[in-house]
Structures are given as C-alpha cells and as structure tokens.
C-alpha cells in the first residue's frame, strides 16, 4: 500500500531541505538570510543586538547603497507617524446618526506626542560594516541608507555586519510594551529591516502606520532575556528540548538555570518578517490540524471563562483549516502561532498578534498567511491584494465555519459602496500611505478589496473564480505578485479577457450602476431594455420570473471580455450578443408575453456592486 503524504507535509519538507521555489522565468528577487542575537533588559525596556546578514542581489543592477527600515524611530514626537495622525485628525467625518467624529487613527491619536523620553521607541544603528570596514550611514527618520563604499555587482552576494541598539516603546500602535491586556512585550518592526529591491528599485517606505513589504529569507534569531518570561514567536524554537514551558517534543525534566537569563533560538525559514512577544504570564495551548500545521495560541491567563474563549477559537480555527487548504492552499509551514498582544490584530509570517480570543480576528489574521505572508506582494502599492483579498477569504471561511452561505459579504459591499458615495474615494492604485482620509484607505483596500474578488466571481463565475485562487496560490506563493500577475492567471484560467475590469476597478472611481428601462412590443416581440447610467461597463444577468412561476435568465456578455462566463445554476439561460462598452443602452428580446412577465431583475445574485440597487428590479403590474 502507498503511503499518500500531504501537500502540506511535502511543501514544508522542500522548504525546510533548503531548496527554493524558483520566481517566474522573467521576475527575479532578491534573497537574505539574518541571523540575530539580542539581549533584553527588561527594567530598562531596552535591548542590545547584532545582526549577521547575507544580502543576495540577484538582480540585474549594482546596488551603490542599501537602505534599511528603523520602524521604530516613528514611536518619537513630531515623526512622520505622529504628525500623519494628528493631520487626519482634523478632518471631520460624520456617521449613520449624524455624529461628527475626527478621521484619525483611534489606536493612535496624538498618543506619540504625549510620550515621555522612557517611552518613546527608538532604533540606534551604531554600525553597518562589510569585509570589516565601517559604512557611511545616514538616518533619515525611519529610514536608514548605508552607502557602499564598494557597489553590490549583479548576481552577487555580500555580508553586513550590523550593531544596533532599541527603546521598546510605549503600546502606541502594532509594536510596543505594556498593551491595554498588559502584555509586556509585542515584538514587531523591531530590528534594522533591509529593504525591498524589486523590479522597481529600491523601496524605502518611510514608517506612517501602514503596510510592509520585505525580502524573502531566513532568520537565526537568539533572544537573551530574564528566565521569568515566556518568549513565543513567528518560527520554531529549536531548543525546545532545552527551554520545555510546552513546546518541548520529549519528555522533559526541569534543569536548573543559571544565572538570571535564558536564550530562546528560533528559527524561520523563508519568510519576509520575524515577530516575537514576551510575557511573564503567558499561557500556551496547541490544536493539530488535519494534514496542517501545528496551531499554537499563547495568551495570558486571566480566569476560567478566558480560557474556555481560547480554547474555543482554537479548537475551531483548527476545524477551519482543511476548508482554507482545499480552497486556498495549503499552508506550507509547520507551525502557526495566535499571540495575544498588539493593539488589535496585526499579521506576520507564521503568527500573529491579537488583543483577544475573537474567531473573527482569529481567521482573518491567519487568512494573511495566504494572501500577504505567503505571496510577499508589495502592499505599500497593492493594499487591497493583502487587506481585501484576506477580507474575502476571511468572510468565506468564517461562512463555511458557522455553515451559512447568505449574505456573506454583506459587510464588505456596504463598506465599498458607502465609500463610492460618500465623495471621498480614490482609486485602488493609491499608494497606501498616500490617501487623504483614513476612512478612504480602510474602505478601499478591505472592502472594495473584498469586492473586486467578489464580483470577479460574477464575471467569471464563482467555480472558476476558485479555480484561479488555486492558480494564484501555485504560481505565485514565496514570490511577490502585482495586480497585473494576479490578472494574468485570471484571464489564462478564465479564458477571458480581464485587463478592462483592473483598469475601471482598480485605477479609477467610475461606478457601476445599472437600471431596468422600458418594456415594448416591437413587430409582435417583447423587448426590454437595459440601461447603464453608471460610468463602469459590466456584463450583465437580468432574471425574467413569471406569473406561472418559471423563470428564464438572460445573460448579455460584455464586449471587453471576448467571452462569456459559464452558467452558475441550472436556470434555463439565454446568451445574447456582447454590449459594446461605448452604448448606454442594450435592448433584447424574450419569447414571453408582457403580460405573462411577473418582474425584471438585474444581477439577481447581487455580486455588483450596483451603486443604486432601486432600479435594478421592476415589477411588471397587472
């Protein structure tokens, strides 16, 4: 008998033998390894560090300099992140009940401003040097440039040897120590990051409180800290044996310790980021999923109730996973780990950051595993590919989970379509940084991100949309894909032509509005015409119901597509000829009479994301 091995289990054992998943033919990247060693001074809130890198530069360019990220010298009054707050802080938005409130980031506010010397974060660079000489460094604010004194040649590797120093800062946002939950330490963004060179040079995102975007590599990352604290982290521990606490893989016998410190060795293998949190108090509980990874849920006990609310979110995100393997991927790595602390939820490679139990928050932040943690796409730029793809995904394995199907991403289209109509959106393509309210970047790259796979669906058909997320996940996971990538797999799944549908959806604001218009009798035929008030074309399903209960689906392709979706149900259909994107008006015919018509409706599904859903249904009067 043949043993069957999970793909999973296959994927992870490719990793973890050192070999690579080639990128695209014609898409090179770049390729790091660190290996980190840090001590903690948990009175002082403040830890010393080196780093051991090796910085392939697989691209064809020579490389003169090199930059690298300093997230936390934005925790300082008058940083970029501090004053970006404050500024959108100004504006005024009003809600559902009339209520004026300040478009600021709440977690944030002016709280920068307000920290004390001891609590601010800081990220001290004290020296970068290669072949043993010191590089000229220049800090500007979050960003760190390391001149060369000898250029990186293409197809080359060279070694940095970094000293740094860091102030863990207050909990202001994402990173930080002594959160709302009491966690001491929320390790994220902390050590000197290199920076991004991809097929669009260099990019050194100054640090506002957004997104991230890293190198694939490898991370050896030691932690020196006092004996009493619990270290969990993104990766496996590899001494294990030695530190027991639960993670320990054999039976284990307490040794004792000397002296007041212990060092935890992790490790994890290709990824783009390494998180970490500490706590004297910390709790772990583990869940094995079926044909996956291990799940590991680190909290600090609080009562009884607390722990029967972990222990239910693990237990079913541990249900929900052979559903998100089937219809994602599998998830390649052997571990995943649920860390209480942050100041909400914030994902990383192989763990998270949650403030509580939530499922909700639970699957959307493992959801980031897919779509950000395993493709790498450059999320400064392509905010909705991470926040909105994992939106969708998130609503779809929590429907599967509590095994309702309506409405699902009810939230999502509410979100966008408030957005379109309330004046202040701007197109998907706005780098995330760049948008001019808090409230058009949150809606844009979660909700009409989550929309765009959505309706995607109605284009296609949802049983190919499935197919080209699986197509997506097999092509471009461990590589870092754009909006055209992902496009690309669509068309050559779908057989259609999509490139229309990115250009109006993604790069611009014209919405889609659709409308019934006037039913005639011409020469003996009922005709009914559709009309497109919207500046968005769209193909179109218009279900006739009528009054002797049978229904017949009339679908009109759109001429942009140079095709057709296939049929989704078993309505008798009728294909018409395309709508040519240029004609506000289409106008067919159906072998009914007027008077057998009980009512016209438009996108019956109600996947488009229609800006006025009142015209969409007429019903004919007796």
């Given at each position: 008998m043949k043993r069957i091995i999970p793909i999973a289990a296959l994927l992870a054992t490719f990793l973890l033998a050192g070999k690579r998943i080639a990128a695209q033919p014609e898409r090179w990247q770049q390729r790091i390894k660190y290996v980190i060693n840090v001590n903690m001074d948990v009175a002082a809130n403040r830890f010393s560090g080196n780093e051991k890198i090796e910085y392939y530069n697989n691209s064809p360019d020579t490389l003169y300099r090199i930059f690298f990220h300093l997230y936390w010298n934005a925790f300082q009054p008058g940083s970029s992140m501090d004053v970006r707050s404050r500024e959108l802080g100004k504006t005024f938005l009003t809600n559902r009940r009339g209520e004026q409130f300040p478009d600021w980031d709440s977690r944030v506010k002016d709280r920068i401003l307000n920290l004390k010397?001891?609590?601010?974060?800081?990220?001290?660079?004290?020296?970068?040097?290669?072949?043993?000489?010191?590089?000229?460094?220049?800090?500007?604010?979050?960003?760190?440039?390391?001149?060369?004194?000898?250029?990186?040649?293409?197809?080359?590797?060279?070694?940095?040897?970094?000293?740094?120093?860091?102030?863990?800062?207050?909990?202001?946002r994402r990173s930080g120590r002594d959160n709302a939950e009491g966690v001491r330490y929320s390790m994220s963004q902390w050590y000197p990051k290199v920076v991004e060179y991809d097929y669009q040079g260099w990019n050194p995102n100054p640090y506002v409180a957004r997104e991230f975007y890293g190198v694939w590599g490898d991370y050896d990352v030691n932690i020196t800290i006092d004996k009493n604290y619990f270290v969990t982290a993104g990766g496996d521990l590899t001494n294990a044996n030695e530190i027991g606490m639960g993670y320990e893989t054999i039976p284990f016998i307490p040794k004792v310790i000397k002296g007041n410190t212990l060092t935890w060795k992790w490790q994890?293998?290709?990824?783009?980021?390494?998180?970490?949190?500490?706590?004297?108090?910390?709790?772990?509980?583990?869940?094995?999923?079926?044909?996956?990874?291990?799940?590991?849920?680190?909290?600090?006990?609080?009562?009884?109730?607390?722990?029967?609310?972990?222990?239910?979110?693990?237990d079913t995100a541990a249900l929900a996973y052979p559903f998100i393997a089937k219809t994602f991927g599998p998830y390649p790595y052997k571990t995943y780990t649920f860390i209480q602390g942050g100041d909400g939820g914030m994902e990383y490679p192989m763990a998270t950051l949650v403030k509580n139990s939530g499922?909700?928050?639970?699957?959307?932040?493992?959801?980031?595993?897919?779509?950000?943690?395993?493709?790498?796409?450059?999320?400064?730029?392509?905010?909705?590919?991470?926040?909105?793809?994992?939106?969708?995904?998130?609503?779809?394995?929590?429907?599967?989970?509590?095994?309702?199907s309506n409405d699902i991403f009810d939230s999502e289209y509410r979100g966008y379509l408030n957005l379109a109509r309330s004046g202040m959106e701007e197109p998907l393509s706005t780098h995330a940084d760049h948008y001019n309210t808090n409230y058009a970047y949150s809606n844009a790259a979660y909700s009409k991100g989550a929309v765009f796979l959505s309706q995607l669906g109605y284009i296609v058909g949802d049983n190919v949309l499935d197919k080209i997320l699986l197509e997506y996940y097999r092509v471009w996971h461990f590589k870092h894909p754009n909006a055209n990538d992902f496009i690309?797999?669509?068309?050559?799944?779908?057989?259609?032509?999509?490139?229309?549908?990115?250009?109006?959806?993604?790069?611009?604001?014209?919405?889609?509005?659709?409308?019934?218009?006037?039913?005639?009798?011409?020469?003996?035929?009922?005709?009914?015409?559709?009309k497109r008030i919207g500046k968005m074309p769209m193909p179109v399903d218009v279900l006739l119901t009528f009054k002797d209960g049978t229904k017949e689906l009339h679908y009109i392709p759109l001429n942009l597509m140079y095709g057709e979706k296939p049929a989704e149900d078993s309505t008798p259909r009728i294909i018409h000829k395309e709508w040519n994107w240029t004609n506000p008006e289409y106008i067919f015919e159906t072998t009914r009479g007027i008077k057998e018509i009980k009512s016209i409706e438009i996108d019956p599904s109600q996947r488009l994301a229609d800006l006025n859903r009142n015209n969409n249904k007429l019903v004919v009067p007796d």
């Open positions: 010397d001891n609590e601010i974060g800081f990220q001290n660079v004290k020296s970068v040097k290669i072949n043993g000489i010191e590089q000229k460094l220049r800090v500007y604010e979050t960003i760190l440039e390391v001149k060369l004194d000898k250029p990186v040649l293409p197809k080359s590797k060279t070694l940095l040897d970094v000293v740094f120093e860091a102030q863990v800062p207050l909990q202001v994890a293998y290709n990824v783009h980021d390494f998180v970490w949190a500490a706590d004297t108090s910390y709790k772990l509980i583990t869940r094995k999923t079926k044909d996956g990874p291990l799940l590991r849920v680190v909290y600090k006990k609080t009562d009884s109730i607390s722990d029967r609310r972990w222990q239910r979110s693990a499922i909700g928050t639970f699957i959307h932040e493992w959801m980031h595993s897919w779509y950000q943690m395993m493709m790498g796409t450059n999320e400064s730029l392509f905010p909705w590919m991470d926040e909105g793809f994992t939106s969708y995904a998130a609503s779809r394995v929590m429907a599967a989970v509590r095994n309702d690309r797999i669509a068309e050559k799944v779908s057989g259609l032509e999509l490139q229309w549908y990115k250009e109006y959806f993604v790069y611009s604001t014209k919405t889609i509005d659709y409308a019934v218009g006037d039913i005639n009798i011409i020469d003996g035929k009922t005709t009914i015409t559709v």
